[in-house]
């Protein structure tokens, strides 16, 4: 077996939509979530699942760490 510790960023999910749509009184950190689309920070599913796949194709050492943004 082996495992990979991979940290994907901030992903534009259907639940980033459902966050950026309530009330500040709701969410007190509705402003960074509202940026972080603003700012392009928010990668697609698609972009987030191409790197993993980049990822796995590299047969990374079992164990390790890696992140998104090394991989697109």
């Known amino acids: 077996i082996q495992t990979l510790n991979v940290g994907p960023g901030i992903i534009d999910t ?41 990822i796995l194709d590299s047969k990374q050492e079992s164990g390790s760490r890696h992140n998104i943004q090394d991989f697109l």
């Open 14 to 54: 259907d639940m980033q939509a459902d966050i950026r749509s309530v009330s500040i009184e709701d969410f007190p950190r509705l402003e960074q979530f509202v940026g972080f689309k603003e700012s392009g920070a928010l990668r697609s599913p698609e972009i987030v699942a191409q790197a993993i796949k980049n």
